[in-house]
């Protein structure tokens, strides 16, 4: 089992997973730093992500689409607001109109990632993710919680079952 | 289908039932569509728990949740799994570069 722990804390509206790889920290930071890598896990297979922009410096900012069976593109949005290689990286996730505007009926996620030394060697990575606002949540819940935020976080294949 | 999720309607349909209880017909006529697209509005709010819904008479009166809108712990829950898969997907990617 890879993921080590879970711990949820409503009031703050944040989720921290925690993850053990035996791959050293350079080479787990490369899934996120490689935007060919970080497209092949972003999103569910069905939904292939296409990275557009990847900028990983400190206000730089991701751009991507994923492509739908039928090829319809939904895009999403990073926006970096820390980062120092290879052990931290946080940005903002939102998601975005056709043109690649931010779209502000879709909630905000903040998501700050930490890569750490295993004792015994490989890797610890600890990501924790944030919905921005009240207002987020309940965008979502108002979609209808399952469908809602499937979608919005990129678990959209299982809408068409 | 983005777009349809982030339909504003149904974040008003919650703000009104909240406020006061209203059938399907009378919520249909506030908005510019069809008693049935409003019925399958209600329908995916009633799914999620942010209304309930019952029959007096002929009508069905839909009734907001008071609390719902602060029931986080679901979407934790969803925020979980949507990183578990991730994380499995990253695991297969970490793996590849790891075999001889």
Redesign the interface.
Known sequence: M??TD?V???AN???T?T?E???PVE??WQ?WADPR?LE???G??TYPATVVDHDLSAGGAVNYFMT?PEG?K?AGWWRVSAVAPPRRLEFEDG?ADAEGRP?P??PV?VVAVTLDDRDGGGTR?E?T?T?ATVEA????????????????????DS?LT | MFHALADATRRDIVAVVLAQEQSVSELAVRYPMSFAAVQKHVAVLERAGLVVKHRRGREQRVRGVPGALRDVHGLLDQLESLWRARINRIDMILDEGASP
Do not use: C, H
């Open positions: 890879t993921v879970v949820k804390d409503p509206r944040r989720m997973i993850a790889f035996g791959a080479r787990v899934i890598q092949r896990w972003w569910p297979p739908s319809e939904y998601f779209n009926d879709m996620t990575m990501i993710s919905f949540m309940d965008q979502l819940l108002a979609m209808g919680m399952d469908e809602g935020m499937k979608a919005a976080m990129g678990q959209i809408l």
